[in-house]
């Protein structure tokens, strides 16, 4: 049986291994430039995979930065792999002041580089994920700057917990979320770590799945109130997870982060999660092949993803008055609050 499943793996990783698609479509609409009511704007800037910086003011929020990026024949199971440090410090951006890193699931592309980043980089971050995010790398982060949120997460049907950074001028709540299969419905990498590892894994498929999660990001003013609301996904999600449950608030969601990344592996997304977020803005998050890639250079988009399949039911599916966009590697966008 353990014969057959890595046959079936290996097939899949091989079929994984082909050309990625050129990229041949517009990047979409561009967010506004201007400031916004509080006088400050909504900047987000994109990292690469599921990474971004997020920033009003002087608060940040990251989530999950990736740049080892390693190639694709070096993933495989019992391949060593290692983060770059090197390349983390050429092109991690300034985020010494970063209050929280968000993680929405535990693979390698999403969190092997985030202990270094914690380390060096945001040294006053606390890191929020899953128990097993938590757990793969209790080894080398201080159990003290880690929360897992399996308990606390909100679903479709209820709200969860928010939890607030130390400054209390941003909160974030995770979302019960459902990774996407890689292909013909069969997951990679899945599992998850119910104790704490002594070291982290040494292979891609020691970084396992854990629960996935989605996140809301909630930027605030003097008054605790919601000034931006960000929604965050690092994974396309079937229909009824990652969904955004009824808040008492009445906040609109500003912006929305989703992942074209396996979205044909699930029913209908990307409609479920934008109709559900009716965001003003949508990004659109690990788009890019990321396999070998050089981050400062050209991208294509991710293999066996339809990016012009995609872009049209993203488009057909979009609320009256709603933009996106597909940002560029280390680009920073900005927002306003004001309505469209």
Known sequence: MKF????????????LSGCASPLRIATGDQPDTDTGKNGTTLDIQYLGVGGHRLQVGDEIILTA????????????????L?????????LMPESAAAQMLLVGHAHYDHLLDVPH???KHAPEAHLYGSQTTINTVSGVIPAARMTALDTSMGSREQPGQWHYSRSGRSRIMGLKSFY???FMGIK???????????KLPWHSFGWKEGQTLAYLIDFLDEQQQPVYRVFYQDSASAETDGVVPELADGKDIDVAI?????????????????HNTRARHFILGHWEDFFGNDPRGQQKFVRAADQEAFIERLSAALPEHSLWTLPQLFRTYHFTSQEP
């Open 82 to 90: 290692r983060s770059d440090h090197q390349r983390i410090d050429e």
């Open 180 to 182: 996407a299969p890689h």
């Open 117 to 119: 980043v914690l380390l």
């Open 65 to 80: 930065p990736s740049f080892t990026n390693p190639n694709f024949l070096l993933t495989g199971p019992f391949m060593p």
């Open 258 to 274: 989703i992942c074209p990344a396996s979205f044909a592996q699930v029913e209908q997304y990307p409609e479920s999660i934008i």
């Open 188 to 198: 990679l990498m899945q599992g998850r770590y119910d104790e704490p590892q002594k």
């Open 4 to 15: 057959a499943v890595l046959t079936v793996s290996m097939t899949g990783l091989l079929l």
